[in-house]
């Protein structure tokens, strides 16, 4: 004999179910924008390994319009569903035909089939929470794009970070903002861990509006190694787009510049070939968190 709970459970799973899928379909698939503010949360937080956090539907809209004038013809066809109480996982298989600008890529006319993963939390019938993995390499490699002949460079880690900023004002040195780091992830082929709190940046700007960074962090590895990473970089935006950002508006990379050139220095033997390289980082900004591409130069 079925219970009244169990028939609820069921009852749930099913309207869980039938949300994500319309997620899929309806939003990523036809581009109907005006679904997402039915079927997220207005306080939806979406995780992406090497990509900031999306914070509330406009991030989603964003999301969805830049991937579709990028791939007009976009759709996910969801091969796998998995549901355990309040969260419903799926595995589908993005496409589409590179026909509009992708971040600062032209378009190439080739066609994508991209690999994902979806983990989504229901509360009150809306999506709050998702964690994604999507196989980017794969995708890059699909349209041709190639890291430049000359220096070779090898991928190290994408880093995500929480931060706190704190604005001096005017000093004798220029305009100073320190960066309080709270925390973060990074992962990448041969290391992956934590940001340790406390670290930050202690930036100061230019008399051409640029930003001088003085960036010091420790990282730790998931097998428990201590990596001090300390770099300079410049930053530089224009002033509304610096306004964007600091209200929490999602900025396209390609509307600033933001690079760095990390050094780092360990006692780990496992780790120890990071004392012998430089590396380069394209950053990424939010009105809350930073994030960085890292590569070494070989």
């Given amino acids: 004999m079925v219970s009244r709970i169990e028939t609820k459970e ?168 320190v960066v309080h780091v709270t925390g973060g992830t990074f992962e990448g082929p041969r290391l992956r861990g934590t940001v340790l709190p406390g670290g930050g940046d202690w930036l100061v700007g230019r008399a051409d509006g640029s930003r001088r960074l003085d960036v010091r962090i420790t990282l730790r590895t998931d097998d428990g190694a201590l990596i001090y990473a300390h770099y300079p970089g410049v930053f530089h935006a224009p002033p509304d787009v610096l306004e964007r950002i600091q209200s929490g508006a999602n900025v396209d990379v390609t509307e600033y510049y933001f690079r760095v050139a990390p050094m780092f220095e360990t006692g780990s033997p496992k780790y120890d070939w990071l004392n012998r390289i430089v590396a380069t980082g394209i950053g990424r900004r939010t009105r809350t968190q930073v994030g960085y591409s890292v590569y070494a130069i070989l």
């Avoid at 994500?20 to 390994?49: C, M, Q, T």
């Avoid at 929470?129 to 999507?134: A, H, N, T």
């Avoid at 490699?141 to 995500?160: D, S």
């Fill in 10 to 177: 069921a009852a749930m799973a099913f309207d869980n179910k039938a949300l994500v899928l319309r997620h899929h379909d309806e939003i990523w698939s036809k581009g109907n924008l005006e679904a997402v503010d039915e079927i997220y949360a207005a306080d939806f937080i979406g995780h992406h390994p090497g990509t900031l956090d999306w914070i509330g539907t406009n991030s989603v809209k964003l999301a969805v319009s830049r991937t579709r004038q990028a791939f007009p013809d976009f759709r996910e066809i969801v091969e796998d569903v998995v549901i355990e109480g309040a969260k419903v996982v799926t595995r589908f298989t993005a496409s589409g035909t590179h026909l509009g600008m992708l971040g600062g890529l032209s378009p190439t006319g080739k066609q994508i089939t991209m690999a994902e993963i979806g983990i989504f939390r229901i509360a009150n019938g809306k999506i709050v929470e998702k964690w994604g993995q999507l196989d980017r390499l794969g995708m890059f490699q699909q349209l041709g794009i190639l890291p430049p002949a000359w220096p070779p460079l090898e991928f190290l880690y994408e880093i995500v970070m929480d931060a706190e900023v704190h604005d001096l004002g005017q000093t004798p040195g220029g305009p100073r903002r």
